[in-house]
């Protein structure tokens, strides 16, 4: 899954696909490089950010959403209702959702009518106060649970199961040790019987690791987590630098085929 930020705050990539027509294109040589699926955002949901209005966020993605969709499999970042239905009205098949259905009441709905898929991540609070939920004391065990509640919200809005796929969250409502520990445990998520999204490229987390780093410089970071990932069960990473992380998953891949080791049941 390759990361498309049409935000002018993007902490990993600075703003540079603000312009529709700059995004569209890096989609594109996203897909010639490898990617399986677009994840298209319109607002920055790092620690610390502010909301956006829906029209805003609707400007920016669904220029980008109706040109990629038209060759790619196409994820829409939001938590918001309205700009989901939208995105899939011009061709999403994804909509990834940050709060896993706890910030738009409406938003379960509109994925049931739909039929879209729908990544529930697991995260506490709001981007600006998440890190005053970062208090764990079974890391695995509370993602797991928190995850198994979001899985119940989704059926009783009328999900399908089978549209459902869990991301654990790295680097959301955690501290850096607490994602450390949540990607280490990843194959405990797999009991849960869906497909596992990981999502660790370039995120702060990995500076315990690497020290105090940009975003930029942290790629070699995220290709060991990716690594990780990809052996501990996960079935779809989401990364910004899809040339590079596809050798990565494809090397990892082969370790696990050498391995024996079966794709977790979904």
Not at 135 to 152: H, R
Not at 194 to 219: C, I, M, T, W
Request: aromatic share 4%; hydrophobic share 45%; proline share 5%.
């Amino acid at each position: 899954m390759g990361i498309i930020n049409v935000t002018p705050d993007s902490f990993a990539d600075g703003g540079l696909r603000v312009d529709p027509s700059r995004a569209i294109e890096d989609g594109w040589r996203m897909l010639e490089d490898g990617a399986d699926i677009l994840d298209i955002g319109g607002e920055s949901t790092r620690p610390g950010a502010e909301p956006l209005e829906a029209e805003e966020e609707l400007r920016r993605v669904l220029p980008v959403v109706e040109a990629l969709s038209s060759r790619a499999v196409v994820s829409v970042d939001t938590y918001k209702a309205v700009v989901a239905r939208e995105a899939v009205a011009r061709g999403a098949a994804i909509i990834n959702d940050i709060s896993a259905l706890r910030y738009d009441p409406v938003l379960g709905a509109v994925a049931a009518e739909s039929g879209a898929a729908i990544v529930l991540m697991h995260n506490r609070g709001r981007s600006h106060d998440m890190y005053k939920h970062a208090e764990y004391a079974d890391v695995a065990g509370e993602i797991a649970a928190e995850l198994s509640v979001a899985i119940a919200a989704a059926e009783n809005a009328g999900i399908r199961r089978e549209a459902i796929i869990l991301d654990p969250g790295l680097g959301f409502a955690k501290q850096a040790r607490h994602s450390y520990e949540a990607l280490a445990s990843l194959e405990r998520l797999t009991s849960l019987r869906r497909p596992l999204l990981s999502g660790p490229s370039r995120k702060s987390f990995l500076k315990a690791a690497l020290g105090d780093v940009p975003p930029s410089g942290r790629e070699w970071g995220s290709a060991a987590a990716v690594t990780a990932s990809v052996l501990l069960g996960a079935h779809i990473v989401r990364v910004h630098g899809v040339r590079e992380m596809v050798q990565v998953v494809r090397v990892a891949d082969c370790v696990l085929a050498a391995m024996g080791t079966p794709p977790a049941a979904v």
